[in-house]
Nanobody
Framework: QVQLVESGGGVVQAGGSLRLSCAAS????????MGWFRQAPGKDREFVLA????????DYADSVKGRFTISRDNAKNTVYLQMNNLKPEDTAVYYC???????????????WGQGTLVTVSS
């Protein structure tokens, strides 16, 4: 079974940066895309951004546009979430996800990572 393993969460001050990694145990599944979602305390899980394994198509939530970027290393089956200029409202558990299509919907998620906590202090 394909697994997604995240790393890189932690505590950072507002204005700081953090990079999350998501390593897939195999590239054999047919997911077209990889993405990140997040869930803040007491809130629903929300889309952050997503990209295709092939090609340049990427989708960003408005709340992170200009601050967060997603990149990938196809040879390592790994995607990265670079988060800059972090704000306290970015505090959440961040989940990596394998997607069946480039979509903001959690209904497109085929595999979830276990989540990693990011805390932004003011």
């Amino acid at each position: 079974q394909v697994q997604l393993v995240e790393s890189g969460g932690g505590v950072v001050q507002a204005g700081g940066s953090l990079r999350l990694s998501c390593a897939a145990s195999a590239r054999t599944f047919r997911s077209c895309c990889m993405g990140w979602f997040r869930q803040a305390p007491g809130k629903d899980r929300e889309f952050v951004l997503a990209t295709r394994w092939r090609g340049a198509a990427t989708d960003y939530a408005d709340s992170v546009k200009g601050r967060f970027t997603i990149s990938r290393d196809n040879a390592k089956n790994t995607v990265y979430l670079q988060m800059n200029n972090l704000k306290p409202e970015d505090t959440a558990v961040y989940y990596c996800a394998a997607l069946s299509r480039l979509s903001r919907s959690s209904g497109a998620v085929e595999v979830w990572g276990q989540g990693t906590l990011v805390t932004v202090s003011s």
